[in-house]
């Protein structure tokens, strides 16, 4: 197959320009564990998890971040009321048939290249509905565990409803989708589940999308109003940070490292297949967020980016027995969506007018590295005010259009098979972990008649001991934790660490601003 080099070099270039209006954080790893708890009078969890493969739809060919890595989503939403299977299998069956691209598997084409074709699809072989027994909510937890453990079958189409009706203490029943990371992404999903959905307020009305993220801004984004000697010394600042950060890119993928700490998997378990995940989750007050946020005058990203460095911190200087240490970096994968800042709800607008096959599924990531520094400030804004300070410089950088553009190029030349797995998993394997921030539906919704309660997306697959997804739901936020079950024997203290951080963080920032607190 011939390649204009040029051709698709301006085509990505052209693509990619639209990240520059998108603000970090807007896109969270795609869920492999998601939660959603539906709110009626008894609530019902719903949950996805998902895998990644090799392959398109449609005679589509794969995009760079399509099929990587053999990588599992699983959503999960919980229920507020009972679960009433066959009332939510029909509500399944009419929104299977508005998507052909569910209805698909992966095949090799006559080019060699993998491809999505339409097949025909037994709903009840996508169903399963186990006998859940002991203590309800470890139950549940021990299942979703053991989903991680699990190989999808690839000859149908790669996801799965798992419905746990058990009354755990957050839902009246659990709904885990498990799918296969090829299939969508979390922006994707969330446009899936959107569409899918109604307003629990007014069933005849459709859910609400979330606004799409704020602009960018700053000298180079603005309008050529500043003085010239300011804009060129914005322009080379921009050259010197995407030329740092590739680099830092680079040597990543071929040999930079982060240290052996307890959050990094050890170069022994590199490469064991299905290590083991056990996914938990909390719930906290996103207006507690905001508060942080306004009295800071910062963002909901630079408080959330914060208050995980401060877990983070707290939770390894207390393992370690070590509050002196300095300078250690860990390095996170950060997923960024690289559709329009308005793709979601122009794609929940196709397919509410019947044009599904239009919607940009799959994956359209581009990622960046995003440093956590582990340190014990008696301040604890301080957390907050470092992370500004590297989203911020995060922002002055084209590092995630660069490298998008960069590995499109390769994947067309090599392949994804080839090039995908070994880039993207040299990369995984030499930082610490992934981390993912996902808006939600600013409403409560209604899935297939059940109202959702909350929801919780993770991912499974990776050459990682630790993924955190955060995802807004309402007026909630709901921090996920996919842990290697070895390596992380009790995972409720690093959520531990993460309510204490916050509400540490919090107090702060009442000191540190009274007038906000007598206005409310």
């Not at 203490?169 to 569409?195: F, N």
């Not at 602009?215 to 010394?233: D, K, M, Q, S």
């Not at 590995?407 to 392949?415: D, S, T, W």
């Amino acid at each position: 197959m011939k390649i204009n080099l040029l051709e698709l070099l301006l085509v990505n270039l052209i693509k990619s320009l639209a990240l520059l209006n998108q603000d970090i954080g807007s896109e969270m790893p795609v869920p492999c564990s998601m939660t959603t708890s539906l709110v009626a009078t008894p609530r019902l969890a719903v949950g996805f998890s998902a895998a990644a493969t090799k392959g398109l739809f449609s005679n589509q060919e794969l995009t760079s971040s399509t099929m990587a890595v053999d990588e599992l989503v699983s959503p999960v939403e919980r229920l507020a009321a009972p679960l009433n299977l066959p009332v939510f299998r029909a509500g399944l069956e009419a929104q299977l048939a508005r998507h052909p691209y569910f209805r698909s598997i992966q095949v090799t084409g006559k080019d060699g290249a993998p491809r999505w074709v339409t097949t025909p699809v037994n709903l009840d072989d996508h169903i399963v509905v186990p006998r859940l027994t002991g203590d309800p909510d470890r139950a549940v937890e021990d299942y979703l565990a053991s989903l991680s453990t699990l190989p999808m079958d690839h000859t149908r189409p790669p996801w799965e409803f798992h419905f746990l009706d058990v009354r755990t203490a957050e839902a009246a029943a659990t709904v885990a989708l498990r799918m296969h990371h090829a299939l969508a992404d979390g922006m994707a999903l969330i446009t899936l589940l959107i569409s899918s959905a109604r307003s629990a307020a007014d069933p005849a009305r459709p859910a609400s999308a979330p606004p799409p993220p704020a602009r960018r801004t700053g000298t180079i984004y603005a309008p050529p109003r500043a003085a010239l000697l300011v804009r060129v010394w914005s322009y080379l600042l921009l050259a010197w940070h995407s030329l740092v950060d590739v680099a830092s890119f680079v040597a990543t993928f071929l040999f930079l490292s982060d240290p052996n700490t307890l959050f990094k998997r050890s170069a022994a378990d590199h490469g064991e297949p299905r290590r083991r995940m056990r996914f938990v989750h909390r719930s906290f007050s996103l207006d507690d967020v905001k508060f942080i946020k306004n009295a800071m005058n910062y963002t909901v990203n630079d408080v959330l980016v914060g208050v995980t460095s401060a877990a983070l911190s707290r939770h390894f200087f207390r393992k370690a027995g070590d509050t002196k240490t300095r300078g250690i970096v860990l390095r996170s994968i950060l997923p960024v969506n690289t559709r329009p800042t308005n793709s979601l709800q122009t794609d929940v607008d196709m397919i509410e007018s019947g044009k599904s096959t239009a919607v940009r599924w799959g994956n359209r990531l581009g990622y960046i590295i995003l440093p956590f520094h582990l340190a014990m400030h008696d301040d604890p804004l301080e957390y907050i005010r470092k992370a500004k300070q590297v989203i911020v410089r995060k922002k002055n950088s084209l590092e995630v259009i660069i490298i998008h553009m960069a590995v499109e190029i390769i994947f067309k030349i090599l392949g994804p098979k080839q090039a995908g797995a070994y880039i993207f998993n040299s990369v995984l394997r030499n930082t610490t972990m992934t981390f993912s921030n996902l808006i939600g539906p600013p409403e409560q919704i209604e899935l297939c008649g059940h109202p959702v309660a909350y929801i919780a997306p993770s991912v499974y697959g990776l050459q990682q001991a630790l993924t955190v997804h955060i995802q807004s739901y309402c007026n909630t936020i709901k921090v996920i934790l996919a842990v290697d079950e070895e390596q992380f024997p009790d995972p409720r203290q690093l959520l531990d660490d993460f309510t204490v951080s916050l509400n540490l963080t919090k107090d702060a920032a009442a000191k540190a601003s009274p007038k906000l607190i007598r206005k409310e």
